[in-house]
């Protein structure tokens, strides 16, 4: 999350009169789109505007989102759109700031269910993803060459094609009331494999720090409830992909390696 384009509290009442705002309220994080958090008298909202073209990619999105919602599953549904703006039901709760052991118990439930509904989705290739490596190692390469010898390997990044994930739960993707966990920002999800989604949420909730107590904790609780089991070996494998995936990603986008050094 966070603000590329700017709108007034006038002007998103002149987008959605019905609504009545009464405040505004910008995020600070993220690197792709814009979003605010928007306040009626009683409600809050999410408001969005993709910084991308991705048209055809939001419609699947809110698709999706209404799919798991019906599943059960706790994600932020689509309400309104007009004019390239998105306003979505925000979830009850907060960001976690210091990871428990029920944290990831939840983070696991909530992704073997994922999965679960996600394998009755037909899966398109993930070779947009895997044109965005090459050009990142591309630059990357010209740019920052000594980091650019830590991802060379990705040249081979295919992340196979054999399920929709979301690829992207990083803690700052979930919210948390109590023990209920809910999960947003599915407008990336794609093509890939569930050790990697795995993987990716391992990282985000920084379980290495943990010894590898959280690694097991989360395993074990995601194969009590799924047919396809994940192994320790395929997981440890896939999360030193991925944290070298999402570092470039960020070299490439903020042209420096600041903010790829905390996933090296």
């Avoid at 599953?73 to 039901?89: A, F, G, H």
């Avoid at 993707?173 to 599915?186: A, L, M, R, Y």
């Avoid at 995936?245 to 042209?255: C, P, Q």
Wanted: aromatic letters at 12%; charged letters at 25%; glycine letters at 4%.
């Amino acid at each position: 999350m966070g603000v590329l384009t700017s709108i007034s509290l006038n002007e998103l009442n002149q987008l959605f009169p019905s609504y009545k705002f009464l405040k505004i309220l910008p995020t600070t994080s993220g690197i792709m789109d814009t979003t605010y958090i928007v306040f009626t008298q009683d409600k809050s909202y999410i408001l969005k505007k993709y910084e991308r073209d991705i048209t055809q990619k939001i419609q699947e999105d809110i698709k999706l989102l209404n799919y798991l919602k019906s599943a059960g599953l706790n994600v932020p549904i689509c309400l309104d759109n007009k004019d390239e703006w998105y306003i979505y039901k925000r979830l009850k709760g907060k960001q976690p700031s210091t990871i428990q052991a029920y944290h990831i118990q939840a983070l696991a439930r909530f992704i073997s269910q994922l999965h679960k509904q996600t394998a009755q989705i037909p899966c398109l290739s993930n070779k947009a993803v895997e044109d965005e490596v090459l050009e990142a190692l591309r630059y990357t390469k010209t740019q920052f060459f000594a980091y650019y010898k830590k991802f060379e390997f990705l040249k081979d990044f295919t992340n196979t094609h054999n399920h929709l994930i979301h690829g992207d739960i990083f803690k700052d993707n979930t919210i948390f009331q109590g023990h209920k966990i809910g999960v947003i920002d599915f407008i990336d999800s794609s093509c890939g494999s569930l050790s990697f989604d795995v993987a990716v949420a391992l990282i985000g909730f920084d379980t290495q720090i943990h010894n590898h107590h959280y690694i097991d904790l989360f395993l074990k609780t995601y194969n009590q409830r799924t047919r396809k089991k994940l192994t320790k070996k395929e997981v440890l494998d896939k999360m030193y992909i991925a944290s070298h995936y999402y570092a470039l990603k960020r070299v490439y986008k903020y042209k420096n390696t600041l903010k790829a050094k905390e996933l090296l």
